[in-house]
């Protein structure tokens, strides 16, 4: 056994429930690996499992990506060997820490084009954005031109996504929530940015489109923005929701979407993408292709030592984080 300084909570609340304790980590079982971090990514996730939003037993070591230096693996993991640098997002939690041991399925090894604090900030946010542009997808696919809206588009998640909607000859129409947030979001691959506190965004997407919507929303506000992103769909289009940041989307009638135009509407997860090895492989495999060809850069805005950990929570929660942010070691 050896002791990890690691980020865990006794009970679900605000930040201050999280607190620095030392762990002891043991070897590795079959189908795991024991990482040594060298960076941590931060994630809107880790705060719905801090909250209690997403249950978990407690006490709960949080954080779900990170990269570092594989120390040991065992039986049965063939992809990694001691000494590997890797990179991952993965279930279950515990990610905050300087050491941990977790399944291997999920750990990809990380091109030596990649730091370990892109590595960090990339996987989780990265690949979500690959399976949302990718595979999350409306009637008929997307073709280059083709119109969508992404919220939260100066966010880890929106910036990857408009430089990879560039590359991809899509025409992404970003929200953000300031003059600031709006410019990072054009100068990152939006084709246009909507300030949603001084502008109605459905009134702009409307005029955008000469008036015919987009073809998907890409929805990770959640509460506040769900009802009016149904308003800027063509008939037949997708509403994606993958998140909660302004709170859970309250249950609707089916109904509506019919009388909006025969829409769509998913909730969709990473994990449900990432379910097996060859899919997580390929999906960081399209990641890392996009990065190293530089379609996609990761920004990485925010550092915060591990020991700051509640900062990083309370600034992440008031929306004064921009890009990437990473929890330093």
């Known amino acids: 056994m050896t002791t990890s300084k690691a980020i865990r909570i006794e009970r679900p609340g605000g930040p201050e429930e999280m607190q620095l304790v030392q762990v002891e980590v043991g070897e590795p079982g079959p189908g795991e690996i024991r990482i040594r971090h060298q960076a941590i ?11 209690g939003l997403y249950p978990f037993p407690m006490p709960l070591q949080l954080g779900m990506e990170a990269s570092g230096i594989v120390e040991a693996v065992g039986e049965g993991v063939s992809h990694l ?30 091109p030596d084009a990649i730091d370990f604090e892109t590595g960090a900030a990339m996987m989780l946010k990265g690949m979500t954005a690959q399976y949302l542009l990718k595979k999350t997808l409306p009637q008929g696919g997307l073709q280059p031109g083709d119109h969508v809206l992404f919220h939260a588009a100066a966010g880890g998640v929106g910036l990857i996504a408009c430089q990879w909607a560039r590359a991809l000859g899509l025409q992404l129409i970003g929200t953000a929530g300031s003059p600031e947030k709006c410019r990072l979001a054009l100068e990152h691959g939006a084709a246009h940015a ?7 965004f459905v009134a702009r997407v409307k005029e955008i489109t000469g008036g015919a919507g987009v073809k998907v929303v890409y929805d990770s506000i959640g509460q506040d923005t769900f009802e009016k992103s149904l308003d800027c769909l063509r008939p037949f289009g997708l509403m994606a929701s993958f998140g909660n940041a302004s709170g859970p989307v309250p249950p609707i009638a089916p109904g509506i979407l019919g009388t909006k135009g025969s829409l769509y509407l998913t909730r969709c997860t990473l994990f449900a993408h990432m379910a097996t090895r060859e899919s997580t492989q390929a999906m960081a495999d399209d990641l890392f292709d996009a990065v190293v060809r530089g379609d996609v850069k990761i920004r990485i805005d925010q550092r915060y030592p591990l020991e700051q950990v509640q900062q990083a929570h309370r600034d992440l929660e008031a929306r004064r984080t921009t890009g990437c942010t990473i929890l330093t070691l």
């Open 41 to 51: 990514g931060l994630n809107f996730i880790d705060v719905y499992q801090r909250t």
């Open 194 to 200: 909507i300030d949603y506190k001084r502008e109605d």
């Open 81 to 110: 060997k001691p000494g590997d640098r890797a990179a991952y997002a993965s279930q279950p939690p515990g990610s905050y820490s300087q050491l941990r041991v977790m399944p291997a399925r999920n750990v990809c090894r990380l």
